[in-house]
Structures are given as structure tokens and as C-alpha cells.
């Protein structure tokens, strides 16, 4: 009984091991702004910046990932809430993620 407990855990672990990003391996640089040291220093204690700037969320999902990482250990101060998901909106928005429109006529030919 102990072993399948054991092999259940072990694969649970190991399988959440592999979708997490190891911090210090190197990661995609966040854009300059008066936040992005502190996202950078409470996102980076899990995962590389490589993962945020992957991403294209709204404000309403990132406040969503806020709470989440938060409920993972991350430093969210209450007091810079705003800040953390203004920076993250404007950098990593829906509109940072859209396809670049490509001008008439400079398609193949």
C-alpha cells in the first residue's frame, strides 16, 4: 500500500516538476519600467521571465495569476497590487500578443 502511495506522489511531483521552469535558467529581459525589478524578483523565485512574457493576458487574468502566485508564495504586497498588474497589462496585454497586421501589397508575389 505504501509503494502505490509512494509512486503516486513521486509522479505527481515529478510531473509538476517538469511544466515548471527552473529560475535560473536564463529568461526572455522584461521590458524597462518603474516595476519591473519587484515582478521580476517575485515572479522569478519559481519560474524564469520567459514565462510572463509568453503570455498575452488580460488585466482580469492577470489579477487571477496574481492571486495565484501569491497563494504559491509570491510577494504581492497589497499596497503595489495596482502597479504589478499595470505593468503586467501593459507589457504583456492581449494587444502585446496580437499578430502584426502586414501593410497592403507587401504580401508575397
Known sequence: MFERIFVAATLIASTHAAFAQAPEAPGKPL????????????CTQCHNTTRIAEQHFSRVKWSDELDKMAGLGASVPDSERKDFLDYLTKNFGPQKGAPKATPKGAGPQ
Open 31 to 42: 521590458p524597462p519600467g518603474p516595476m519591473q525589478a519587484k515582478v521580476k524578483a517575485a
